[in-house]
């Protein structure tokens, strides 16, 4: 990453205020939880609080990885193989060696890094062709501001998922 500092007022404090109110709504979900209750199933989705937590940071590590290094930063999806696919599933679960605290700090360093990323990346334009994944479009680009958008909606939706699992685990309410 560019160490030059580019100033974050504009565009770039207007992505950073939207990262931060909504990871923010996603980490109040889970205030006073134990790790037994953030492993919880409340609904009939498989989704837990401890594992969107942990399912929410890869995505955004791998979308930071994806305009520092291009496509060869994420998986290509083609050659996954089962044992691939099981630790994918396992992003959305708190398994029993870990705890919710060490899955939250982990989602700070995370953010931490996608901060000093949209703070300091010289040209949101910057663009790499996406990798191979049957849900995007052969040849098709993203741009840098365009991964932070992704990132924002992604932490927003599943803040609401969390605020539906939280209140079905314990009548307790985030957002509203």
């Known amino acids: 990453m560019n160490n030059t500092q580019v100033a974050t007022t504009g565009e770039r404090a207007d992505l950073l205020a ?16 134990t790790d ?28 930071a990885d994806f305009v520092l290094d291009g496509p060869s930063a994420m998986t290509d999806y083609s ?10 599933a396992d992003q959305f679960k708190l398994l029993p060696d870990e705890t919710l605290d060490g899955v939250l700090a982990g989602y700070e360093k995370v953010a931490r890094r996608t901060d000093d990323l949209v703070a300091s990346l010289p040209d949101l334009n910057l663009s790499h ?12 680009r993203r741009s840098a501001r365009r991964v ?18 939280r209140e079905s685990l314990d009548g307790a309410k985030s957002m509203g």
Request: charged content about 20%.
């Open 129 to 140: 062709p996406l990798p191979n994944a049957p849900w995007f479009p052969p040849g098709e």
């Open 18 to 33: 939207s990262l931060a109110r909504h990871r923010q709504f996603l980490r109040h979900t889970v205030r006073d939880l």
């Open 148 to 165: 932070f958008l992704h990132i924002i909606a992604e932490t927003a939706q599943h803040a609401g998922h969390a605020d539906i699992i």
């Open 79 to 88: 050659a996954m193989t089962e044992d691939d696919v099981a630790r994918w």
């Open 36 to 63: 037994e209750q953030a492993r919880q199933r409340t609904t009939a989705s498989e989704l837990t609080l401890g594992g969107l937590i942990k399912h929410v940071a890869s995505v955004e590590q791998g979308w």
